[in-house]
């Protein structure tokens, strides 16, 4: 068992804008990311299956095509290979989690 502790993690700023705070096991990464407003991650897809959860902010998202504007709370659940793209409307907090690990990330 590792335990650590959010607010002890180094931020990075994987693109523009969303700073990421990442951990890795063995099988998946999870990324508590502070997303500037107006930042964009242009559309792209992965192996990866990968949960998103809206913690604060308004956040832009289309997946497979489908536009839709997601609030604080909010869960969506994207199948891998689903082209995906996100625009943070205001300041944002977001949690994603992936399976199996985001290799890019580490």
Known sequence: MYVMNL???????????????????????????????????PE????????MHVQEGRFEFTLDGDTKTYKANDIVVIPPHSPHSGKALTPCKLMDVFSPVREAYR
């Open 7 to 41: 607010s002890d993690l180094p931020s990075k700023e994987i693109m523009p804008g969303y700073h990421g705070k990442l951990v890795h096991s063995q099988n998946m990464s999870i990324v508590f990311w502070t997303v500037e407003e107006g930042a964009e991650v």
């Open 44 to 51: 792209h897809s992965h192996m990866n299956e990968q949960i």
